[in-house]
């Protein structure tokens, strides 16, 4: 699952940490504690209203020479890797070490999401034929991780915490990992007075516009004063 993945990362690379953040369903995981909690001052970039899929792939690079002394990742679906993958060779011409760990549930999840709320007619949104994404980054002069088994992430990213050029970890996750779709059974369960629901599930972000839209499709009016 994502939520692991998060969860070790944060444990492995620690303090003095810049995150950057992509746009997509599985990235978005990490907007929020406690699966990835920001553990330094200035240490997270985020996209703009999240709408820009790929800024965060090459917009770590940016990040890494802005803050040369700081480790930088940046976390990304297969989806947002895509866009703009072609700027690994960049990290490496301009010698600036940082990771990118992509996510990879093979279709652009926040899409799909939407189509599985509106009858489940999915429409050129999963992908059948897929790179290696850790075989291209050592094509591009990177280092290259492949995790497929639970058990095996923690070991990756201690082996791309300590690589001193840019690397790539591909991390195979479940399919329907998606952070929009349980953030709706908990605010569905918060609306519902259930004691065990937590607010901080509830959505992964709180800005009105995205909580009202959430209280929607959990059935009921938007501007409900339920959190």
Known sequence: KTKRVLYEL???FGKDTVLVHENGSQDLWSYYSPYYTVLDLDGVVAPGEQTCMGMG???AIGAKLARPESKVICITGDGAFQMHYQELPTAVQHHTPLTWVVLDNRSLGW????QKRLGERYIATDYTSQPDFALLARACGCSGENVTQPEEVRGALEALVRWEHPADGEVRIEHWSNAMEQGML?????LAGRHDAQPSDAVPFFWSDQYEHVVQLAGRPAGADAV
């Open 186 to 190: 908990a605010a569905r369960n918060l």
């Open 57 to 59: 792939v090459c917009g």
């Open 10 to 12: 944060n444990r492995v």
């Open 111 to 114: 899409i799909k999401f939407g």
